[in-house]
């Protein structure tokens, strides 16, 4: 008989670094355009995988000396090359047993019919294919279902903490008419202490320190602070339409269609990272701290 134990053992076999299961009723009163029920209504569980990010990805970031590593190995390859192999042959066994398995891989860019980070339906985009569905494709927010399926908490920096790596994983999903067992809700020790690291060190300054967002998932509030997509691409890419951004003068070619990650995630990674391992709340402990030497700073033309 398949059960929830077996599926996590199968999954870390493959490579997971954490497995959270949810019932996927813990989505009733989702956006309609965010809600995976529609994706099969027959589905009963959302599996939620995570992938850790190399803390060694982000030292070329740290040291300002080498941004090919994150982009690659912290970002494009667990989207798009490890994840992928696990959800095909994780969803190969489940459908072994006869429950049919759908993997959702964390690879959607401009697939879905909302643009996901101004939450609002793109115009001229797509159409629904009857007036009670929503249009295609449904977007699944991956930081919302491993909240879901148990992993973590979401912190002021809108991502998704968990005790083992704080920020530093990537999720992927698979919807599957199997009745797992699910996962309770985090309710470990509080992750997110509210120390606005993540505010004042993005300097692209995406992470806005009063506004919030809030909205109710799986029965609790959550909350976090309102980001600004386009300032957090700018910091991220410095890329069209922010080319003249780039502190760095050449552009070098996407690595896995990621480009260089010119602030490196400094502030809802690296400065929550470093927080949250200084606090002793991450599980996944290095022999040194994250941080040894002043971090830099490079003035971005204006
Ligand atoms: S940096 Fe501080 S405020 Fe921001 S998410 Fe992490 S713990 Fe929360």
């Known amino acids: ?35 995976p029920r529609y994706i099969n209504p027959d ?3 959302l599996i939620v995988l995570a992938l850790r990010i190399p803390r060694g990805s982000l030292r070329g970031i740290e040291e300002g000396t080498y941004f090919l590593s994150y982009s690659s190995q912290g970002y494009g390859s667990i989207n ?3 994840m992928p192999f696990i959800l095909y042959h994780l969803t190969r066994f489940i459908e072994d047993y006869g429950y049919e398995a759908t993997p959702i891989p ?16 793109k115009e001229n985009w797509s159409k629904s294919v009857s007036p009670e569905k929503p249009m295609p494709d449904i977007f699944i927010h991956f930081r919302i279902a491993a909240f879901c399926a148990g992993l973590g908490e979401i912190g002021y920096s809108k991502l998704l903490l968990t005790p083992e790596f704080g920020p530093r994983q990537r999720f992927a999903c698979i919807l599957t008419t199997a009745p797992l067992e699910p996962d309770p809700i985090y309710e470990g020790p509080k992750l997110c202490d509210r120390c606005m690291l993540c505010v004042k060190e993005c300097s692209a300054g995406a992470i806005s320190p009063k506004e919030t967002v809030k909205v109710n998932v799986a029965g609790r509030e959550i909350e976090w602070g309102k980001l ?13 339409p922010y080319k003249r951004y780039n502190p760095f003068i050449g552009e070098p070619s996407p690595v896995i269609i990621y480009s260089r990650a010119i602030e490196g995630a400094r502030g809802c990674i690296r400065a929550c990272m470093i927080h949250l391992e200084k606090e002793g709340k991450i599980k996944n402990k290095f022999k040194e701290p994250f941080r040894k030497r002043k971090a830099w700073h490079i003035e971005w033309e204006k």
């Open 106 to 121: 964390n690879d959607y860019y401009n697939w879905p019919a909302i643009d996901y980070g101004k939450g609002k339906i």
């Open 1 to 35: 008989m398949l059960n929830s134990k077996k599926v996590k053992e199968v999954a870390k076999k493959l490579g997971a670094d954490l497995v959270g299961i949810a019932d996927v009723n813990r989505f009733e009163g989702a956006p309609k355009q965010m809600d």
């Open 80 to 82: 798009l090359i490890y």
């Open 228 to 240: 600004d997509v386009d300032a957090c691409s700018k910091g991220f890419q410095g890329k069209e």
């Open 43 to 45: 589905a009963k569980t």
